[in-house]
């Protein structure tokens, strides 16, 4: 599937900024045989004094910048062109009792190798009660991709989707006991599940589309950018993505834009600003199949 991407984040303050640095992860990531970039710009209003691209440790692009003082308003615009091939769940992924001596004989410590999503991230540290609800969500299954979609599925039948339960730094293990929270939360504690019994998981940020109910005008804005898990499913299968929220595997409607360990490893905006007063923001993404 082909789509034309937009997306527009705005800032607004009740004083005008000292300045402020960022780090911006908002452009589609070019991933070779699952997603191809064919264009991509990214507008930033007021321009900044210093404006740099590099690539992070995981493989995502990143944007950093330096914005001058005397800002009231801050607007980052994003456009792309993609195309988001459907694919085939892999058939030769490995079962979870082979996965230890498999993890031991892997010897690459490359960006993109298991061992950096096995372990305790900053956002997503280990939690007994959402281990032992893993495990019992997985009973009966042994390889990894049914595994990976027995957890995901238990977790959207127990977790209920409220925008107003959390921030973006709620800790998995809070949203967990309160059994509510967004896509961050459902994929974080997914991540934390699935550490817990050994499975490598990483964290994906990225876009998803939307369709209208029947009957229904497609609203402009009305898509989202969306996060989800991926899970190292052996080294013949790779890595595999599912979105809990959604209670599927990432298909041909998910954009990656970036994956790391947990959210702050993927954060769209982030940095620094000296500011007096309060502030408000607004999002709005466009993805449309061309």
């Known amino acids: 599937m082909l ?7 705005r800032y607004d303050y009740a004083t005008p900024a000292g300045g402020g640095r960022h780090l911006l992860r908002l452009l589609p990531a070019h991933l070779s045989g699952r997603q191809s970039l064919r264009s991509s710009v990214l507008t930033i209003s007021p321009k900044p ?36 091939p459907a694919q085939l769940l892999p058939q030769d992924d490995v079962a979870l009792a082979e996965l230890p001596a498999i993890l031991a004989a892997h010897l690459s ?28 969500a997985i009973a009966g299954h042994q390889g990894l991709v049914n595994l ?25 293990s809070e949203a967990f006991a309160n059994k509510t929270g967004v896509c961050q939360d459902f994929a ?21 589309r939307t369709l209208p109910p029947p009957g229904q005008p497609r609203l402009e804005g009305a898509d989202a950018m969306h996060a989800w898990v991926r899970v190292w499913a052996g080294p013949r299968a790779g890595w ?30 982030a940095g620094v600003l000296r500011i007096a007063g309060g502030q408000t923001s607004s999002q709005a993404v466009d993805m449309v199949a061309i």
């Open 3 to 9: 789509y034309d991407i937009k997306l527009v984040i």
């Open 49 to 84: 004094i210093e404006r740099r691209n590099f690539t992070d440790f995981f493989g995502n692009q990143v944007t950093e910048l330096s914005l001058p003082a005397g800002h009231d308003t801050v607007e980052f615009e994003a456009r792309a062109v993609v195309d988001r």
């Open 109 to 136: 410590i490359a960006p993109d190798a298991p061992h950096h999503f096995v372990p305790p991230s900053p956002r997503i540290l280990p939690d007994a009660a959402i281990t032992a609800f893993s495990r019992d």
């Open 148 to 172: 990976t979609e027995a957890l995901g599925r238990a977790l959207h039948a127990t977790l209920t989707f409220d925008p107003n339960a959390t921030t973006v730094d709620t800790p998995p």
């Open 188 to 208: 974080q504690i997914m991540i934390a599940g699935l550490r817990g019994m050994g499975i490598p998981a990483g964290y994906v940020s990225g876009y998803l």
């Open 240 to 269: 595999i993505d599912y979105d809990p929220t959604n209670a599927c595997f990432a298909g041909e409607d998910h954009v990656t834009v970036a994956h790391g360990r947990d959210y702050g490893d993927v954060a769209p905006v």
